[in-house]
DNA sequence: CGAGATTCATGTGAAGTATACCTTTAGGCTTAA
DNA sequence: AAGCCTAAAGGTATACTTCACATGAATCTCGTA
C-alpha cells in the first residue's frame, strides 16, 4: 500500500477518535504568541524611565535637528529591542502625522545572511529603504553609493538601529560605524543618528577612540528585572496567553523567582510559563500547577545542554563521549584508579587513550593530545563537564574530569551518542 | 631530618598549516531601449 | 548599454599540528645534627 492511497477509511478508528480529541478538547491557551519573543506587547511594565529617556534623546528629530548618537547597555532579557522597536515605531508613526522627515531603520547584526556582513547589512538598509539591491554580486562601494544617493535625496532623518551591535563589530570592525558617523559631514540634506544595542557592557572599550567618543553621546543602561517586576510582566502577559483561570498567582510568582535567581532575564521567564503550560497541555489538566513548572524546568535544562552538545564538533562530541563512557566504566581505564572517597576519577591520559580507541572504532581521523586537551577545556567552560587541573607531585599534573549536568541530560545525551550513525 | 633538586604527566603558549567558507571582481549573459 | 548573475580569484576564520617551555607537589638526595 502506498501512502498516497491512504484515506479515512484505512485510518485505524482509535487514531481518528486521537485527533478528535484533540481538537475538541479545550486548550489552556488563548493567544499562545504572547508568550513569545515575537509578540509585541502593547505597554512595557517597568520600563518607563528608558521609554522616557530614549524618547527625550530622539524626540529633536521632529523638530529637524539631529538627535546625538546612543548607546544602549543591558543584558539579555532586559527589554533593550523591544522598548527601543517601540520608541521608534512611535516616532516613525508620529513623524509621519507631522512633517515626516524622520526614517527609522532597525536592523538586528545578528541575523546571519541577512545583516552580518558590511555588504549585507547595507544592503539591508538599502532595502528598507525601498531600494532593490542585489544580495551579492556589487562590489561594496556601489552599495555605499546606492544608499547615499537615496539617503540625500531629500531633507530627513535617519534614525539607525543596530541591534546586538557587538556581534558586529566583532565581525568585521568598526570601520563601517566610523563612516556612518561621517556621512553627517558630507552629506547635503539627510542627517544619521545612530543607536547601538548591545549586551555586553565592555563592548566599547573594543571600539576605536573616534567611533567611541561619536557613538557613545549618550548612554542608557538597562538593568535586569527583579523578581517583582518579572512577576507583574509574567502576570500580564498571561492573561492575553491563557484562558481564564488556567494559572494561579503562585505559579507565576514561581516562574519569576526563579527567573530572577539567575540573571532576570524576561524572555526565560516567558519561556518557562510557556514551556510549563505546554506540558500542562499535553497532559490534559486545566490548570498550570507548580508540579508543570518543576518539569518545564528540567525540560529547558535538558534541552539547553542538549543543544549544546549537538552544536559541538563532531571530535568534542566523541572527546565527551569517551569522557560519559570512561565515568559510566563501560570502558575500563589501563589501571582504574579511584579517589579517597570511593569515586572514580579520570584524567586527560585515560580520556585520551580511550578516546583513540573510539576513533578508530567510528574511523575518525585522530587529534593529538594537545587539541584533546583544549577540547576537555572547552567543554568545561561550556558547562558540561567539571575539569579541575590538579597536580600529583611526583605523578605530574593532570585534569581531573567530572560531568556537570544532570542525569536526565546524560540519558539523553547517551540516547543521541548512541544511534548507530551518529557518528559516521 | 629537612632544604633543595628532581621528576612526572600534562598544562599552556606561540607559530605554522590545511581547509572550508566568504567576499570580490571580472567577464558573460539578459533585458530593455 | 545597463543591469544582473556567476564562477574563479583572492582572503580570512577555524580547526588542527608541532615545537617548546611551564607547572607544582610528591619524591629523592644529600648534608648535617
Known amino acids: 500500500m502506498t501512502p498516497d492511497r491512504w484515506n479515512g477509511d484505512y485510518m485505524p478508528t482509535d487514531l481518528n477518535e486521537m485527533f478528535n480529541k484533540y481538537l475538541t478538547k479545550k486548550s489552556i491557551f488563548a493567544n499562545k504568541n504572547a508568550l513569545t519573543i515575537a509578540f509585541k506587547p502593547n505597554e512595557l511594565p517597568h520600563r518607563e524611565k528608558e521609554i522616557e529617556?530614549?524618547?527625550?534623546?530622539?524626540?529633536?528629530?521632529?523638530?529637524?535637528?539631529?538627535?546625538?548618537?546612543?548607546?544602549?547597555?543591558?543584558?539579555?532579557?532586559?527589554?533593550?529591542?523591544?522598548?527601543?522597536?517601540?520608541?521608534?515605531?512611535?516616532?516613525?508613526?508620529?513623524?509621519?502625522?507631522?512633517?515626516g522627515n524622520v526614517k527609522v531603520v532597525y536592523v538586528n547584526c545578528k541575523m546571519r545572511r541577512v545583516a552580518d556582513t558590511e555588504y549585507r547589512l547595507l544592503g539591508e538598509i538599502a532595502r528598507q529603504f525601498g531600494e532593490?539591491?542585489?544580495?551579492?554580486?556589487?562590489?561594496?562601494?556601489?552599495?555605499?553609493?546606492?544608499?547615499?544617493?537615496?539617503?540625500?535625496s531629500k531633507e530627513q532623518i535617519l534614525i539607525l538601529i543596530l541591534d546586538e551591535i557587538d556581534y558586529l563589530v566583532n565581525r568585521i570592525g568598526d570601520d563601517i560605524?566610523?563612516?556612518?558617523?561621517?556621512?553627517?559631514?558630507?552629506?547635503?540634506?539627510?542627517?544619521?543618528?545612530?543607536?547601538?544595542?548591545?549586551?555586553?557592557?565592555s563592548f566599547s572599550d573594543k571600539l576605536d577612540s573616534r567611533v567611541k567618543s561619536s557613538l557613545s553621546e549618550e548612554e542608557i543602561v538597562f538593568a535586569p528585572y527583579d523578581a517583582v517586576q518579572l512577576q507583574d510582566i509574567l502576570k500580564k502577559r498571561a492573561d492575553v496567553a491563557f484562558v481564564i483561570d488556567a494559572v494561579d498567582d503562585g505559579v507565576i510568582a514561581k516562574c519569576a523567582a526563579?527567573?530572577?535567581?539567575?540573571?532576570?532575564?524576561?524572555?526565560?521567564?516567558?519561556?518557562?510559563?510557556?514551556?510549563?503550560?505546554?506540558?500542562?497541555?499535553?497532559?490534559?489538566?486545566?490548570?498550570i500547577t507548580d508540579k508543570h513548572v518543576n518539569m518545564a524546568?528540567?525540560?529547558?535544562?535538558?534541552?539547553?545542554?542538549?543543544?549544546?552538545?549537538?552544536?559541538?564538533?563532531?571530535?568534542?562530541?566523541?572527546?565527551?563521549?569517551?569522557?560519559?563512557n570512561l565515568l559510566e566504566g563501560k570502558l575500563q581505564p589501563t589501571q582504574k584508579k579511584l579517589s579517597p572517597n570511593g569515586k572514580v576519577v579520570i584524567?586527560?591520559?585515560?580520556?585520551?587513550?580511550?578516546?583513540?580507541?573510539?576513533?578508530?572504532?567510528?574511523?575518525?581521523?585522530?587529534?593529538?593530545?594537545?587539541?584533546?586537551?583544549?577540547?576537555i577545556a572547552e567543554l568545561d567552560s561550556l558547562g558540561i563537564i567539571n575539569a579541575i587541573v590538579i597536580s600529583k607531585g611526583r605523578y605530574g599534573r593532570t585534569r581531573e574530569v567530572k560531568l556537570a549536568i544532570s542525569d536526565q541530560a546524560l540519558e539523553k545525551v547517551k540516547d543521541i551518542f548512541t544511534n548507530e550513525l551518529y557518528f559516521d
Not at 556612518?180 to 540634506?189: A, G, M, P, V
Request: proline share 3%.
Open 297 to 324: 524546568q528540567d525540560k529547558i535544562d535538558v534541552d539547553r545542554v542538549v543543544e549544546v552538545i549537538k552544536t559541538q564538533p563532531k571530535q568534542s562530541q566523541l572527546v565527551l563521549w569517551s569522557i560519559i
Open 347 to 375: 584524567e586527560t591520559g585515560d580520556i585520551f587513550n580511550v578516546y583513540e580507541k573510539m576513533c578508530g572504532k567510528y574511523g575518525l581521523g585522530k587529534l593529538t593530545q594537545r587539541r584533546v586537551s583544549d577540547l
Open 132 to 152: 532593490n539591491v542585489p544580495e551579492t554580486g556589487l562590489p561594496t562601494d556601489a552599495i555605499y553609493k546606492i544608499f547615499e544617493k537615496k539617503l540625500d
Open 258 to 287: 526563579r527567573t530572577a535567581q539567575e540573571h532576570g532575564d524576561a524572555r526565560k521567564a516567558l519561556d518557562l510559563l510557556r514551556v510549563a503550560a505546554e506540558i500542562s497541555e499535553r497532559m490534559g489538566d486545566i490548570k
Open 177 to 201: 560605524l566610523y563612516n556612518f558617523t561621517r556621512y553627517n559631514e558630507s552629506l547635503k540634506n539627510a542627517k544619521i543618528s545612530l543607536v547601538g544595542i548591545s549586551n555586553d557592557l
Open 53 to 99: 529617556q530614549l524618547v527625550g534623546m530622539l524626540a529633536p528629530a521632529l523638530r529637524n535637528d539631529k538627535p546625538s548618537n546612543i548607546f544602549i547597555y543591558g543584558k539579555s532579557g532586559t527589554g533593550k529591542s523591544v522598548v527601543s522597536q517601540y520608541v521608534a515605531s512611535e516616532l516613525g508613526r508620529v513623524a509621519s502625522e507631522t512633517n
